[in-house]
């Protein structure tokens, strides 16, 4: 036990982002939640955790720009990614009938996301709480009559919880996904590693606004038959009209042809930084 | 008064797209609130509101890409955009003390924007509520001791709230950018229009993946000396490999040198959908 891998991951136990540390790194793992996203890239830095699991985009929300600023002010890499179906379930202690409920506890995300459910049946209050999985420790620990909490079912297995409906959200192309973080010179890897065989490397260029020259950047990628998975432009807050640009690409910066891209690309842009090189599910 | 604007938004008087929508249409647009982003298309399209205001982008969340699903779904385009700075005030009834505020509402997300403050204050509980402007609203009818809340200089106006402390946020680059949407057919136009004279067109290009596809679309642009202001990729749920992309070009449509570009990229892609060309202040 002594040597299982300690993971980091924001949220209470139950959490979306615990779901996707056991897919990432085994659930034999030892998870350590933390309060604030912060907090859980400082206990990496510190050597607390060997790395931990951070959520960088959803299919609704879009990327999570503030989770990519924590990893660059980082010493980390990413190490491996996996996109995790978000399934709200409505939760409440066992015995408890559907139509029984009465107020419903969720973080407000995932209370809008339920919106269509929770307005065909308006005898349910909805009550905003600061985590899914926290609302159904909280609905278990009161078991208050005609309470229940929307989360995901590991929430609902942990704490004890029945699932009285399951895929209650709006709109099921619900999709976040999570990148495995750890420092540089760490040997974790996801386990299992996915099939594909295929690898992903992640970029951040920096390039400043002449007409066409994200296009001449891009133009490397074309030529040596590199497929791009991500593009999506950040403006730099205080510089008008210059960019960074998160880019992710189909190889490994181990392959020479990739190595040799990059080198073209730091040419052709202000900077390049390699935020890591990954093996993808896709 | 009979002729004012009718422009809705999401959320409670006071919300940050309420100023968002005074600083596009006038203070003296008629301001109809609705509890979802739903409800709020569902009045354009039903001519209860003229047109509305729809947060589309945040320096630290990302795109808000249910926003862009609800506008795609909608018969309606975009007339104009702004940038809204997001400042978290804490907001008390008048004569309480810094010192003496024990409990914090407001929505979890700004809560967790404001992390560092709350940090620094432990004797301050955070209480997580559906909305910014609704916790200034609640701690001004319960009128408790020790009771706070964060949101903006606005909603703090409007119910008479004082603020203890302004600008709490963790990070001070946080703004959200509004689109505002009309009917195609409709004349509301930002009232005062940006003094810049630019304009700006936003696109949604359909592609499938073939290395370099997006390249030779961008090419179009390059070659007619037309800048991106934005690029973001979004994978086509159910269809691996294929991808959607979110483009903003600066010019108009009605000029013939974009008008013909988009012509070109249309030949390029496997669609191109014009989302509307507005008037910009970048």
Redesign the interface.
């Known amino acids: 036990m002594s040597d299982a891998v300690r993971v980091a991951y924001q949220g209470e136990p139950g959490a979306f982002s615990q779901t996707a540390a056991g897919r990432l790194v085994g659930d034999d793992a030892r998870m350590i939640p933390f309060r604030?996203f912060?907090e859980m890239f400082e206990s990496v830095g510190r050597g607390e955790a060997d790395c931990c699991v951070a959520p960088i985009?959803?299919?609704?929300?879009?990327?999570?720009?503030?989770n990519y600023?924590l990893l660059l002010a980082s010493e980390l890499s990413i190490v491996g990614e996996m996109n995790l179906r978000i399934v709200h379930n409505l939760i409440a202690t066992p015995g408890t009938a559907f139509t029984d409920v009465r107020r419903v506890y969720s973080?407000?995300?995932a209370?809008?996301q339920c919106?269509?459910f929770l307005r065909q049946h308006p005898q349910m209050e909805?009550v905003?709480?600061?985590d899914t999985a926290g609302a159904v420790r909280l609905i278990m620990e009161r078991r208050e009559q005609g309470e229940a909490a929307i989360a995901s079912e590991p929430a609902a297995k942990l704490y004890g919880g029945a699932i009285l409906a399951t895929a209650i959200e709006d709109?099921p192309?619900n999709?976040t996904r999570f990148f495995l973080l750890a420092p540089p010179q760490s040997s974790i890897r996801p386990s299992p590693e996915p099939e594909s065989g295929r690898w992903k490397t992640s970029l951040l260029l920096q390039i400043a606004?002449k007409?066409?020259s994200?296009?001449?950047a891009?133009?490397v990628?074309?030529?040596a038959?590199?497929?791009?998975?991500?593009?999506?432009?950040?403006?730099i807050?205080?510089k008008?009209w210059e960019y960074a640009?998160y880019i992710d690409i189909i190889g490994d910066v181990a392959e020479e042809s990739v190595a040799k891209a990059l080198e073209q690309v730091r040419a052709a842009a202000d900077s390049a930084t390699v935020l890591g090189s990954y093996p993808t599910s896709?």
């Not at 038959?225 to 403006?235: A, H, M, V």
């Open positions: 604030s912060e985009e959803n299919t609704l929300a879009g990327s999570i720009h503030r600023d973080h407000p995300v209370l809008a919106g269509r909805a905003p709480v600061h709109d192309q999709y606004n007409p066409g994200l296009y001449r891009l133009g990628f074309a030529l038959e590199i497929d791009l998975s991500k593009i999506e432009s950040r403006p807050v205080g008008p640009f896709w």
